[in-house]
């Protein structure tokens, strides 16, 4: 029996693709109202995204290309939690040294989102790192192509305020970040 009025009851669940990063699932589902319906979304692991500072207080950065936008997106470090990963934060540390090649002195959590629930199982969890240095070259995934920058946090706020910035990850850091901790600060 449901829990609550708008909950749905799954009959049936599989697998409909399978490729690298994520699942294609499909569920056989009965609505409130009754009626039967198939839904489908798609299924991947936890994500971690890193608003990396360096210790002069500009944002780590990446442009790195999109093939489903076909162009450069600027935004910030992100990629998917990995089972050896001990934690969300070594999976934070992983994806800002696999991608930029710097490491971070702290990590702290910013917020955890379900960016796209209606139409996927996402998970992304948000971290801010101080202290970040260039230490090593980077260890880029076969299917990345990713050169790292460094922006003022004022100039970052203001990409993603013109719209230069589109990546909604990266948007919804910034956004996040500058909404509970002000518009130029660090601390």
Do not use: K
Request: glycine share 8%.
């Amino acid at each position: 029996m449901p829990t609550d009025p708008l909950e749905w009851e799954t009959h049936d669940r599989r697998v409909a693709y399978s490729c690298p990063g994520f699942d294609v699932v499909n569920e056989s589902v009965r609505l409130p109202d009754g009626t039967e319906t198939d839904f489908d979304y798609l299924s991947e692991p936890a994500s971690v995204c890193v608003l990396p500072f360096t210790p002069d207080g500009d944002v780590v950065c990446i442009e790195e290309w999109r093939q489903a936008v076909s162009r450069v997106s600027h935004g910030l470090p992100v990629g998917g939690v990995e089972p050896e990963d001990d934690d969300l934060e070594a999976a934070a540390r992983r994806e800002l040294a696999e991608e930029t090649g710097y490491e971070g002195d702290e990590f702290e959590p910013l917020v955890t989102v379900e960016p796209a629930n209606g139409i996927a199982d996402s998970l992304m969890h948000f971290f801010v790192a101080e202290g970040c240095r260039p230490t090593a070259d980077q260890r880029l995934d076969h299917n990345e192509s990713i050169r790292p920058t460094t922006r003022s946090l004022e100039a970052l706020i203001e990409a993603v305020a013109d719209g230069e910035i589109r990546d909604g990850r990266t948007v919804l850091a910034v956004s996040y970040y500058r909404l509970f901790n002000g518009a130029g600060s660090t601390e």
